[in-house]
């Protein structure tokens, strides 16, 4: 991981380009003691860049605090090459594209990036101010809005043979470049959005691509099952399941087993590409005072949490109609940037109006 960096988005990196990789100055903007924020928004995924934008739109002055080197959450993490159908206005937008362009939008609130600095602990002090402390620095905010994802990006793992051994072997979990598939057979073992989506971007440039689910019906979006039974890929299941990885250096095959009948599969192969789910794991956001259920945070409607000051927003929260999209984690955030809004000023109106109306 690079070195930690926090760069303005309007001055330190271009704002047609994503930062991170581009950016390599060490020197912390705002390391004047008790440079306080209307609203930091701790995680830079699709969530918190337009929650960015957001707090721009409302004239608060907004910092972003990110673990990760570089803007984008999962969409540069784990699917950059992937193409998302289901943002509004888009009838499709490659992930690391899309994150372009909402850097682009973010950066339009003259946004404070901090970014490869992951938050360590949240404290709210009897003043109010709330302080972020990371490994180097502490950030101090009137608001903070959390949107950190599932925390870090753990694969759920298989416990068969040779699954570990063969991680970056031919075992993947995600597919940061489709070009490493061209001509290769793969397996894709999964029956979600994720697995249906790699099996439709696979399917015009590997060998062949073949689709495992144990189960008897798929969680994917109905239009990608039909997509994908109507494709290449062969698809075996119900209850398939992996039973164990063969290969020395590499990945050379993977057995499958039908569980009802016990008959089994040997798939010669390159390469495998588990999409069986990812384990949130919050790490030190468990220890800042957040009320969490099965590793969610709980918010109400206007997306606050138990702490005053502190909302969240995005994947890593649960409320009664909860549905993880980007779509809704945005929505989420425009709420909680709002409510931040009449929190730090209760003169100021709750809805934004129309962004055309608004002075940039
Ligand atoms: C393979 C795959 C395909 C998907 N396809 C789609 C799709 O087609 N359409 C769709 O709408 N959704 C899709 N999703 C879901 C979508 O990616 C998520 O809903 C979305 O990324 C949530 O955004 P977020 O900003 O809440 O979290 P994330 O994107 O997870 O970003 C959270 C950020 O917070 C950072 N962070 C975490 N903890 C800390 C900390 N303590 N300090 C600082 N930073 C921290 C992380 O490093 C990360 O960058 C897909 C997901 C996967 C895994």
């Not at 918190?48 to 409302?58: I, K, Q, S, T």
């Amino acid at each position: 991981m690079k070195s930690a960096t926090t760069v303005s988005s309007s001055k330190g990196a271009s704002s047609k380009e994503t930062p991170g990789s581009d950016v390599t100055n060490d020197t912390p903007r705002d390391s004047a003691p008790e440079d306080v924020y209307d609203i930091t928004i701790i995680g830079a995924g699709p969530v918190g860049l337009y929650g960015a934008f957001f707090a721009g739109l409302r004239g608060a002055r907004v910092k972003v605090i990110e673990a990760l080197p570089e803007v984008g959450g999962a969409l540069k993490a784990l699917y950059p090459e992937k193409y998302i159908y289901d943002i509004a206005g888009f009838p499709k937008v490659m992930a690391k594209e899309y994150v372009q362009m909402a850097y682009r939008q973010a950066a339009t609130s003259d946004a404070s990036f901090a970014l490869g600095r992951r938050v360590r602990d949240l404290r709210r002090r009897d003043d109010g101010i709330i302080e972020l402390h990371t490994k180097r620095d502490i950030h101090y905010s009137r608001t903070v809005i959390i949107s950190c994802g599932m925390g870090a990006f753990m694969p759920r793992r298989l416990d068969v043979p040779n699954v570990r051994e063969l991680e970056g072997k031919g075992v993947h979990y995600s597919v940061r470049n489709f070009e490493q598939f061209r001509d290769k057979r793969v397996v894709i073992v999964g029956g979600g959005d994720s697995a249906f989506d790699y099996a439709l971007a696979l399917d015009p440039l590997a060998a062949s691509v073949d689709l495992i689910h144990r189960s008897a019906s798929f969680a994917a979006h109905e239009d990608s099952v039909e997509k994908v039974k109507r494709s290449n890929v062969t698809l075996h299941y119900p209850y398939w399941e992996t039973k164990a990885v063969h290969g020395d250096s590499k990945v050379e095959a993977i057995t499958a087993v039908q569980t009802q009948t016990g008959a089994e599969k040997y798939f010669p192969t390159d390469a495998i590409l588990f999409n069986i789910g990812f384990l949130a794991n919050l790490g030190p956001i468990k220890n800042w005072g957040v009320r969490i259920s099965r590793n969610t945070i709980l918010v109400d409607d206007f997306m606050r949490t138990n702490i005053e000051g502190v909302y969240a927003a995005g994947d890593i929260v649960t409320h009664r109609g909860k549905i993880n999209l980007i779509t809704t984690g945005c929505g989420e955030i425009a709420i909680a940037v709002n409510h931040a809004k009449t929190y730090l000023d209760p003169k100021a109106k709750l809805s934004p109006g129309h962004s055309s109306h608004m002075k940039r």
